[in-house]
């Protein structure tokens, strides 16, 4: 096996050792061909770069090596520059060498779509210098001042991706061959020639695909071919462009070989894949190993990819956003959601907004709970926009017939101006809430203040009096001074607040009708208060205004005596403060009745002024009660009370328990003052 190796060998050094014809021929070949073949070629160039890793070329500019051995000459940004250059020069020293083939793969990512930097360039240049070249339309090959000098010695072939008027480009896609200028002398847009299809297929340059040129001098024919391809396709068998070049015109002894880039105000990443050159006469470079070339950054795509996904996420991401936007703002709305109908449309002055109530309260908090009433809850707020501390009154309600009536009265209450009247300021509805607003009371109702402490009180009689006469003033209002009647329904200390000055405001008018609209249907109609509510009311459930004056005597009693109307006693039997006061009456000393925590600091007069009074308010027929109006003249002294005498002493009907003689008041109007006289004496009920 050795000698098989050594033989040969041997009859190569030495052709007479030649066993046979063809042993002696390649020996000549060897002797003769070989040596003059290797020193052609020890001047030709000739290299092929299947990616750049390992590759002995000069870089210059923007160019790098990515890691996988792709070479990168621009990235997107501005006005830049970039070389690649072989570093040792070619020898065009005859004729002969002038030859050469080249092809290189490359691709063009534009930084836009559409939108581009100015190319690659294949480039003979005397020089690798080309500091004081210009990026942009220049290829960082030339300035404005060497373009065009045939000092320059340069030949290239351009792939001119932007149209430059100056240079006359055909277009802003097209393969140009340049003589010392980027004026090309010869253009053609970019195109190849489809073998399969046999005819010219467009290409686009910055379509960021991977393509392939081959360009050849034919020094014999004097030729330059240049060839497009997609890179996936084998070389075409027609070149896209040639044109007649006397080279040795151009070039100079020592030319170097190198690819240049430049982008300008607009940008694309150009990167070459791989790089073959061969110098000589009839030679081909060496073809590219597609296999072995280094992939392109999926970049273009990748970027694409992820801006659909960035937009699909974004999409995605606002419409969740949006969702659950939506879904608190219907939430909110639905919290805020108010009952507003047509016909409400001229109470809106009236109407407060769900929300500012809502924000008044501080969301209906307990803790702004002031009380709850037969009614519903009642909540101490302040209003966000006027600072103003009101009361809302939480009413629940079925929204059925009859609430037109009602808003009406409410929005009529809200008109009534006393200053003895809580100020209703308006109101607010909802699915099956109603709320009302008043002013508030800093001093609170006036049973908290009667019954405070069993022993002693801070409301003096004087206090008390003026109570009176304020609560009469009100009831007067109501009954007599505004347009129409409006009967309270529920007088009594609780619903009697005090305000700042102590002075006293009947609240809560109006309400009681609540029950006569469907706030619950299966109650009778008897509304108020039980001990204050008179007799026939109970049998027949009609109030009217005079039964309010019941229930103001029954007040009048309570303030004068500090009790309750009805209680149960120590016995666990019924105690009634209209039968006490009676029984102190027929007594003859009916100020025995009067609060004993006031310890006798109390007019006596006044004292019993206000207690018959009272029982006269009280009195079991309505007929045989004053009117709020009289009640005021009595309380002011401009009329005085006529002699009045209990009589009978059946007290087992509440209804019926109290009768005594009293003065017939006039039947409607007339002149107060001279109708009765302080002599006469009437019997109650005629
Ligand atoms: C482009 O390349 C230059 C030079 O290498 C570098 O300074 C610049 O940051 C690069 N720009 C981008 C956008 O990568
Ligand atoms: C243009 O380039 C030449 C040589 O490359 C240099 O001498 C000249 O100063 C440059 N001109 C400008 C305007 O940069
Ligand atoms: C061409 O360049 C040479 C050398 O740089 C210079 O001497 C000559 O004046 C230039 N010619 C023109 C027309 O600019
Ligand atoms: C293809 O393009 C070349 C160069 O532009 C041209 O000479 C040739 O006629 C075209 N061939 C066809 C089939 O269009
Ligand atoms: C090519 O150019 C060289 C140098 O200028 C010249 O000597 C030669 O005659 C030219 N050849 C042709 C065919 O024009
Ligand atoms: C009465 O008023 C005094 C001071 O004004 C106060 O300290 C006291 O607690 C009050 N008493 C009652 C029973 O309200
Ligand atoms: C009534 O309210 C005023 C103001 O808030 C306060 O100064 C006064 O002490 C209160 N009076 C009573 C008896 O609570």
Not at 204 to 208: G, V
Not at 518 to 527: K, L, M, R
Not at 561 to 565: A, K, L, M, Y
């Given at each position: 096996m050795r000698n098989d190796i050594t033989f040969p060998s041997l009859f190569l050094f030495?052709?007479?050792?030649?066993?046979?014809k063809l042993q002696f021929y390649i020996a000549v070949y060897f002797w003769i061909l070989l040596p003059f073949t290797t020193s052609t070629n020890k001047s030709l160039k000739q290299f092929t770069y299947?990616?750049?890793?390992?590759a002995k070329l000069h870089f210059d500019g923007g160019a790098t090596i990515h890691k996988n051995g792709l070479l990168q000459?621009?990235?997107?940004?501005?006005?830049i520059k970039a070389h690649a250059f072989d570093p040792i020069p070619l020898e065009f020293s005859s004729p002969s060498s002038l030859s050469f083939s080249t092809t290189f793969a490359f691709a063009m990512y534009p930084e836009i779509q559409a939108v581009s930097g100015h190319g690659i360039v294949f480039v003979l240049a005397?020089?690798?210098?080309?500091?004081l070249a210009t990026a942009?339309?220049?290829?960082?090959?030339?300035?404005a001042s060497t373009i065009?000098?045939?000092?320059?010695?340069v030949f290239a072939v351009e792939l001119d991706t932007l149209q430059n008027l100056e240079f006359e480009?055909?277009?802003?896609n097209h393969v140009g061959i340049d003589l010392d200028n980027l004026r090309s002398i010869k253009s053609v847009s970019a195109a190849y020639f489809s073998d399969s299809e046999k005819r010219n297929k467009s290409l686009?340059?910055?379509?960021?695909k991977p393509m392939q040129i081959w360009i050849d001098y034919d020094d014999i024919a004097m030729e330059v071919t240049v060839t497009l391809a997609p890179l996936?396709?084998?070389?075409?068998?027609?070149?896209?462009l040639s044109s007649r070049v006397n080279l040795s015109k151009v070039v100079l002894d020592n030319m170097y070989v190198g690819l240049a880039s430049s982008t300008g105000p607009s940008a694309s990443s150009h990167y070459v894949l791989g790089w073959s050159f061969s110098q000589g006469r009839k030679i081909q470079a060496q073809a590219l190993d597609l296999s072995k070339l280094p992939s392109l950054p999926r970049f273009g795509n990748k970027k694409r990819k992820l801006n659909t996904i960035s937009i699909i996420m974004v999409i995605l991401t606002s419409a969740m956003l949006i969702a659950i936007g939506l879904g608190f703002y219907l939430r909110w709305k639905k919290k805020f959601e108010e009952f507003l109908e047509d016909w409400e449309q001229e109470y809106i002055l009236q109407r407060f907004s769900y929300k500012h109530l809502y924000k008044a309260t501080k969301g209906f908090?307990?803790?702004?709970?002031l009380g709850v009433g037969g009614f519903g809850k009642v909540y101490k707020g302040k209003l966000p926009s006027t600072k103003v501390e009101v009361v809302v009154k939480r009413v629940s309600h079925?929204?059925?017939?009859g609430m037109k009536e009602f808003v009406a009265e409410i929005v009529c209450m809200a008109r009534l101006r006393h200053r003895n009247l809580v100020q209703l300021l308006g109101y607010c509805r909802r699915k099956s809430e109603l709320f009302l607003v008043y002013d508030y009371m800093?001093?609170?109702?006036l049973d908290k203040h009667l019954y405070v402490d069993e022993t002693t009180t801070n409301l003096s009689w004087s206090d008390r009096f003026k109570i009176i006469k304020d609560v009469a003033s009100a009831l007067v209002y109501l009954h007599e001074e505004w347009e129409q009647v409006v009967v309270h329904r529920d007088v009594k200390p609780s619903n009697i607040l005090l305000d700042a000055e102590m002075s006293a405001r009947l609240g809560d008018?109006?309400?009681?009708r609540l029950y006569d609209h469907?706030?619950?249907?299966?109650?009778?109609?008897?509304?108020g208060t039980v001990g204050y509510l008179a007799p026939e009311l109970i049998r027949r459930g009609k109030a009217s205004a005079i039964t309010d004056v019941y229930s103001f005597g029954v007040t009048v009693l309570e303030v004068a005596?500090?009790?309750?109307?009805v209680s149960i006693d120590n016995n666990g039997r019924e105690w009634n403060l209209i039968d006490f006061v009676y029984d102190c009456w027929m007594k003859g000393v009916?100020?025995?009745?009067?609060?004993?925590?006031?310890?006798?600091?109390?007019v006596m007069d006044k004292m019993e002024l206000v207690l018959k009074l009272g029982m006269v308010c009280c009195?079991?027929?309505?007929?045989?009660r004053p009117t709020m109006k009289q009640v005021m003249h009595f309380l002011d002294e401009d009329v005085t009370l006529p002699q009045m005498i209990p009589y009978g002493n059946?007290?087992?009907?509440?209804?019926?328990s109290v009768d005594y003689t009293l003065p017939s008041f006039p039947?409607?109007?007339?002149?107060i003052s001279t109708s009765y006289?302080?002599?006469s004496v009437l019997v109650f009920g005629r």
């Open positions: 030495f052709p007479a050792m030649a066993t046979s299947n990616g750049f890793q390992q000459l621009t990235n997107t940004s501005k006005q005397p020089t690798m210098k080309f500091s942009g339309q220049y290829y960082g090959l030339f300035n065009g000098n045939s000092s320059n010695h480009d055909i277009d802003s686009n340059l910055i379509s960021a996936s396709l084998p070389r075409p068998s027609k070149p896209l908090k307990d803790k702004e709970i079925s929204s059925g017939q800093p001093n609170g109702s008018f109006g309400l009681a469907g706030s619950n249907p299966q109650t009778t109609n008897v509304v005596c500090g009790r309750s109307p009916i100020v025995e009745a009067s609060d004993s925590r006031l310890r006798g600091n109390y009195h079991p027929r309505p007929e045989a059946s007290k087992s009907e509440f209804s019926s039947p409607s109007s007339g002149d006289s302080s002599d």
